[in-house]
């Protein structure tokens, strides 16, 4: 079974920096590509960004592009998403999923417990 554990969340003030951490079991990490999805309060779910499985093809939202960095280390099967110059509206839940931008966005695979960033002053 696809398993998805995602962490690294907390409370920042705008203008900080996060790195979030999903650690995936139960299916083939090395040959996946992976995404990263967001969801505020009361507000669809939104793709933030995609990764190939070897690492060396990435996609961004427009509303992340050039704050945000994806990444992956096949060798610990886990995923990051750096994130810097975090303002107000990136608060939500964060999740890491097997695949593509269309894959994510269906909810083809599960989507773990999430983790909670919330920027403020």
């Known amino acids: 079974q696809v398993q998805l554990v995602e962490s690294g969340g907390g409370l920042v003030q705008p203008g900080g920096s996060l790195r979030l951490s999903c650690t995936a079991s139960?299916?083939?990490?090395?040959?996946?590509?992976m995404s990263w999805v967001r969801q505020a309060p009361g507000k669809e779910f939104e793709w933030i960004s995609d990764?190939?499985?070897?690492?060396?093809?990435?996609y961004y939202a427009d509303s992340v592009e050039g704050r945000f960095t994806i990444s992956r280390d096949n060798t610990k099967n886990t995923l990051y998403l750096q994130m810097n110059n975090l303002q107000p509206e990136d608060t939500a839940v964060y999740y890491c999923?097997?695949?593509?931008?269309?894959?994510?966005?269906?909810?083809?695979?599960?989507w773990g417990q999430g983790t909670q960033v919330t920027v403020s002053s």
């Open positions: 990764i190939n499985s070897v690492g060396d093809n990435t």
């Open positions: 139960g299916f083939t990490f090395s040959t996946s590509a």
């Open positions: 999923t097997k695949g593509r931008r269309v894959v994510a966005l269906r909810r083809v695979y599960p």
